[in-house]
């Protein structure tokens, strides 16, 4: 039972340009959601979240929009660069308390020069 | 250190056999994480610690996996009896406690043949 969806495996963008990586759940009672990025051999590492209360959020080139109603998250990256080709997983927070994190099954992005 | 540190970084072993997974978690934090990572999978929850203590080891997949964490720090991954498909990716992550967001290892690479 996949509680976070991310139905595309993976993704290719021309520098420059928008990307764009989707996430569904499940459950409605999430409501801490965040994006990790994870490079070949190294673990993943913490890019943005968005607590439930918002539908936007943005840091530097990336935000992160939620759609509650949908139970759909976005991350938007713009402009894509090429250091941004990596794996992106969506994760949610499922017992607050001890911070369980229930992850997607990632998106692997590539950035064309 | 610095970050993480799990060891060995990879580990090839044969079925039947038993393995010994190391992670030495950031200093001073309390919260210790395992999750394994299959293939074309995102990462899932394995054990979470507490200080000395498994304060949810409800993603253990069976009785042949066990972790401790005798001392509050370094903590060990224990598998008995390895099967093909424990082959995956074990990861590590260390939190200085709820609200504060993880840090992960770059993982052991396990491989049962």
């Known amino acids: 039972d996949q509680q976070v969806k991310q139905n595309s495996p993976s993704l290719s963008v021309q520098e420059g340009r928008i990307s764009i990586l989707n996430c569904d759940y499940t459950n409605s009672m999430f409501d801490y959601f965040l994006w990790y990025k994870k490079y070949p051999a190294e673990g993943p590492t913490f890019l943005i979240s968005?607590?439930?209360?918002?539908d936007k959020n943005e840091d530097g080139r990336f935000t992160v929009f939620l759609n509650k109603s949908a139970k759909h998250l976005s991350l938007h990256i713009v402009p894509s660069q090429p250091g941004d080709s990596a794996v992106y997983f969506c994760?949610?927070?499922?017992?607050?308390?001890?911070?369980?994190?229930?992850f997607g099954t990632g998106t692997r992005l590539t950035i064309i020069p | 250190g610095a970050g993480v540190s799990q060891t060995p970084s990879n580990k090839v072993t044969e079925k039947g056999k038993y393995v010994e997974l190391r992670c030495d978690p950031i200093s001073g934090h309390t919260a210790l994480y395992w999750y394994r990572q299959s293939l074309g999978q995102g990462p899932e929850f394995l054990i979470y610690?507490?200080?000395?203590?498994?304060?949810?080891d409800s993603g253990l997949p069976n009785d042949r996996f066990f972790a401790v964490r005798p001392e509050g720090s370094v903590s060990t991954l224990k598998i008995q009896r390895t099967e093909r498909g424990d082959s995956a990716v074990y990861l590590c992550a260390s939190s200085a406690g709820p609200n504060y967001g993880y840090t992960f290892g770059s993982g052991t690479r396990l491989t049962v043949v």
């Open positions: 610690f507490q200080g000395t203590g498994a304060a949810d």
């Open positions: 994760a949610t927070i499922s017992n607050f308390g001890n911070e369980k994190l229930t």
């Open positions: 968005i607590s439930s209360i918002k």
